[in-house]
């Protein structure tokens, strides 16, 4: 830190800091806990699967706080708590009450009495006002059917800043949009080295996303609490001979993906989960591949169902997972097959104890219907809409 003009300090001197500035690296840190110190007392307790989120419960009122640095959300099912609560809080900080939440942290949230929009709409536009796609033509998939790229074909971009930038933004509009996770992921890995292919690419997720700029997800109102998820897996030979068929072929691995719903009749809806994650070893078969997402998949449904507990909200009924990969499912269903699975870790395993404890029911579903697949690979543009069209994605600014 620099003295302040016009301060003389004394020789050999060092200045010590007092008080948390905000900007610093440590401010955010600081000021969550100066407002958990000040929360907990007051009754709130910590949820220990999002430690960002407080919630106080008394008799049949529901209090829940979602902190992100100094922007808070506050969700009640009674107003005059709501009101209570800010009081409080104003008592102890300086703030600002924006009323009912329009925009958070760059999403824009709709209501109506159907249910809840959650978009990126203004961010969306301003993003293709930058890079000039504004008045681009429209195309139907963000990214081409069997497209084949690769780390030494093309010429070099002069100045990789603008696509990394441009990947950068595109990650952040995952958020509401899943619909372009795949053909984002795909070229976020040749961020170190990009070339002329990877940015036409990226400027046609542009053109996708000028077709339908506010698309986002919708929560609707009149559901019940219910989970299912859908586990995918896409396999990449390490062979690089062998011909394209997934992104993860650049290092011999494969990426699981897994896309969980939950829609909750409740004042506050809770998003999608939606994971692309690359696995660590390779597969030596389909049957482990799709194994290991399964696996990856119940650790997230474990998480969410602790965090719907802190909600208040107890399923009855085991959580659905659906695989379209019927070796996968006997597996996890039957410890016999030691021959096949005896070099998987243990740690995969933990998803037949879920199955024999009745928390998780497997089903099999079609590749066709499998919603997952859309994360595995580029689909074509009728497949392609037909599983977005399932997975409660609408444009809330397109004529009824």
Known sequence: MKVPPGYKTPPNSVCKLNKSIYGLKKASRQWFSKLSQTLIPDGFIQSLSDNSLFIKKTNNIFLAILIYVDDIVVASNNDNVISHFKTYLHDKFKLKDLGTIRFFLGLEVGRTKKGISVSQRPF?????????????????????TNLKLSKDKGNLLPDP??????????????????????????LSQFLTCPRVPHLHDAHRILQYLKSTPGQGIFFPSNTTATISAY??????????????????????????????????SLPWQLPHVMEIKKQQTVSRSSAEAEYRAMANSTSELTWIIALLKDFGVNLATPELLYCDNTAAIHISENPVYHERTKHVEIDCHFIREKVQQGSIKLLHVSSQNNLADVFTKALLPT??????????????????
């Open 383 to 400: 497949h392609f809409s037909n599983i977005i069209s399932k997975m409660g994605l609408i444009n809330m600014y397109t004529p009824s």
């Open 124 to 144: 969306t536009l301003q993003l293709l006002q930058d890079t000039g796609y504004i008045g681009a033509k429209p195309v139907s998939t963000p990214m081409e």
């Open 231 to 264: 586990a995918e897996t896409s396999l990449s030979p390490s062979n690089v001979q062998v011909s394209f068929f997934f992104g993860c072929r650049l290092e011999g691995l494969s990426r699981h993906k897994a896309i969980n719903f939950w829609l909750l």
């Open 161 to 186: 800043t603008a696509y990394r930038s441009l990947i950068g933004k595109l990650i952040y509009l995952t958020i509401t949009r899943p619909d372009i996770s795949y053909a984002v992921s795909h």
